[in-house]
C-alpha cells in the first residue's frame, strides 16, 4: 500500500513498526456547527484509507478528537473560543451545544458510511495530559508567558516549517509580506502560538485552573496530546485536510518534537479541498451544505461518498447537483446489479474464463487502491466487472462468484452493496417485487404501479427502474 507523503513529498510504501499495527490519529470536527460536505468528503477519505489498509491486513487503531475548546474565532490565538461565542449566539448551554453538534457530526458519518473511530476523545476531557506536555515543554525552555497566555517559541524548534517544505525564517518574512492577521501582544515571532490562553474574568466555563492559571487550551496543543496518550509519541499516520498543513499540522509536529525529541508522525496524508459549483464554499454564497440538506432534496448520502469517489483525494473536488445527480444514477445501477445477481439461486457450471477475467478485475481494482488510493481508476475497473457480465445469462454459482468479488471492493469502497442483497429483503417484498417485474413485462401498469406503492407503504421500499434493471432501498424519509 502507497501513500503519498506530504512530508517527504513522494509516495511511500506504508510499513508498520510492529507485527501489522498501525497508529492512526485523525483531526477531527470543532462541534460549534454543522459539519459542511467539504469536511465530509476529508471524512471520507480517511474512512477509505483505513478500510484499505485493513483489507491489506493491518490492525488500524482510529484515534479522533472532538474539539470542543480551544479552536478560536480569530485565526491568530485572538478572538473568542468558537464554541463559547456559537453557544452565546444560539442562547444555548454550552454542554448541550457541544452534545448536540457532536451527535450531528456522528450521524452524518453514519449516513456515508464512515466507521467509527475505536476512539474518539474530546479536548476538554484531556486538559491534564495538556498540561502534562506543557510542563515538558516549559521545561526544555520552549516557552514564554505573555498577558494573554503561554506560547511556544517557534525560532527555537530547529524545523519549524518543514512540513510546506519551508522554514521559520521564510515563513516569518511571508507573514509579515502577507495580509495582517491580528496577533496578541507581546509575541516573539510571527509563527509563535499559544499552548495555554489565560481565561477573562467574567469566563466562566470551558476554563480550568492549573499551575500556568486560569485559562483553557490553544487548539494545536490537544492533538499532540490526545494523539501521543493513544498512539504513543511517534504515531504510524496523521491525516487530515491540507488547510492544517499551514499552521495546525506545522504546529503539532513543532511542539510535539520539541517534548518528545522524537519523531511525530511517520506519514502525514492530507486531502484537497472542495469547491462548490467552481467557486469557494462560504456561508456568504450560502453554498454551503451538509449531508442533510443532500437528503431533503431527495439524494441517497451515499451518492455524496460515491461522488466524493470519483474523485483522487488529492485532487480539488467541485461539487455540483448535476454531479451528484450523475454519481447517484451510477450507485442506484451498482444497487440494482447486486440486488440483480444476488437474487440468482440454484448450481450450474461455472465458466472458468469469465471467472478468471473477473478474478484479474478485481487483482487490478485493489491494485489501483493500493496506488495512493486510485479509487476513479479503481471504480473504472469496477465497472468493467460489470460490464463483463451484462448480457451473460450467469447460473447460481458463477454469480455468487461475482457477488464475492463485489462485496470484497465494497469492504473498502463502502458502498453499502450488502444492504442491497436479495437476502436483505423479506420474503413478502421479495415476491412483490417479483410480481411487480412480471406485470411490468405484460405492460400492466396498473398493478404495477400499485404494487410500488404497496412496498413503499407497508415496507418503506423505494422501487426505480434503471439501466441495471430495477433498483430498491429502503426510504430515508
Ligand atoms: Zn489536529
Redesign the pocket.
Known amino acids: 500500500m502507497f501513500v503519498y507523503n506530504t512530508m517527504s513529498r513522494k509516495k511511500e510504501g506504508i510499513r508498520a513498526l510492529k507485527d501489522k499495527r498501525l497508529g492512526f490519529y485523525a ?1 477531527g470536527p470543532t462541534v460549534y456547527f454543522y459539519a459542511h460536505i467539504g469536511n465530509m468528503r476529508t471524512y471520507v477519505t480517511e474512512d477509505l484509507l483505513r478500510r484499505a489498509l485493513a483489507h491489506e491486513g493491518y490492525v488500524v487503531r482510529h484515534v479522533m ?1 472532538i474539539t470542543d475548546v480551544g479552536h478560536n474565532v480569530g485565526d491568530g490565538d485572538v478572538g473568542e473560543d468558537k464554541v463559547r461565542a456559537e453557544a452565546r449566539r444560539e442562547h444555548r448551554g454550552i454542554s448541550e451545544m457541544i452534545d448536540f453538534y457532536t451527535g450531528k457530526f456522528l450521524e452524518e458519518e453514519a449516513l456515508l458510511g464512515i466507521q467509527r473511530p475505536d476512539v474518539m476523545c474530546r479536548a476538554s476531557e484531556h486538559i491534564g495530559a495538556m498540561i502534562s506536555l506543557i510542563e515538558k515543554l516549559d521545561g526544555k525552555g520552549y516557552l514564554y508567558r505573555t498577558s494573554s497566555g503561554m506560547y511556544f517559541d517557534t525560532s527555537k524548534f530547529k524545523d519549524y516549517g518543514r512540513l510546506l517544505g519551508s522554514s521559520f525564517e521564510k515563513m516569518s518574512k511571508e507573514l509579515k509580506a502577507g495580509a495582517r492577521v491580528e496577533r496578541p501582544a507581546g509575541l516573539r515571532n510571527i509563527t509563535d502560538f499559544a499552548v495555554w490562553r489565560f481565561a477573562e474574568p467574567n469566563e466562566k466555563e470551558l476554563v480550568w485552573d492549573t499551575g500556568y492559571g486560569r485559562g483553557f487550551p490553544g487548539w ?1 496543543i490537544e ?1 499532540s496530546a490526545m494523539s501521543m496518550e493513544y498512539l504513543g509519541e511517534t504515531i504510524d499516520i496523521h491525516a ?1 485536510g491540507t488547510d ?1 498543513i499551514p499552521i ?1 499540522h506545522t504546529n ?1 509536529i513543532a511542539q510535539s518534537e520539541a517534548a518528545t525529541g522524537k519523531r511525530f508522525v511517520r506519514y502525514w496524508v492530507h486531502g484537497a479541498f472542495m469547491t462548490i459549483g467552481d467557486r469557494k464554499m462560504s456561508k456568504s454564497l450560502r453554498n454551503v451544505y451538509t449531508v442533510e440538506d443532500l437528503v431533503k432534496r431527495g439524494y441517497l448520502p451515499l451518492s455524496f461518498r460515491y461522488m466524493c469517489l470519483t474523485v483522487h483525494y488529492r485532487n480539488m473536488m467541485n461539487f455540483t447537483f448535476d454531479g451528484l445527480e450523475h454519481a447517484q444514477r451510477s450507485l442506484k445501477s451498482l444497487y440494482a446489479f447486486i440486488s440483480r445477481i444476488s437474487a440468482i439461486e440454484g448450481v450450474g457450471h461455472v465458466d472458468q474464463e469469465l471467472i478468471d477475467k473477473a478474478e484479474a478485475l478485481r487483482k487490478e481494482f485493489f491494485e489501483c487502491i493500493g496506488d495512493d488510493l486510485g479509487t476513479p481508476t479503481a471504480l473504472s475497473k469496477m465497472h468493467g466487472l460489470m460490464n463483463l457480465v451484462r448480457g451473460v445469462k450467469l447460473n447460481g454459482s458463477e454469480s455468487r462468484r461475482i457477488l464475492d468479488i463485489m462485496l470484497d471492493l465494497d469492504s473498502v469502497l463502502g458502498l453499502e452493496f450488502n444492504m442491497h442483497l436479495s437476502s436483505a429483503l423479506q420474503k413478502e417484498a421479495k415476491e412483490l417485487i417479483g410480481k411487480r417485474e412480471d406485470a411490468r413485462r405484460r405492460k400492466d401498469f396498473r398493478t404495477s404501479d400499485e404494487i410500488r406503492s404497496r412496498l413503499r407503504d407497508e415496507f418503506r421500499i423505494t422501487l426505480e427502474d434503471t439501466e441495471e434493471g430495477t433498483v430498491w432501498y429502503t426510504s430515508t424519509d
Open positions: 483531526c478528537n494545536h492533538c487530515g492544517h495546525h503539532e
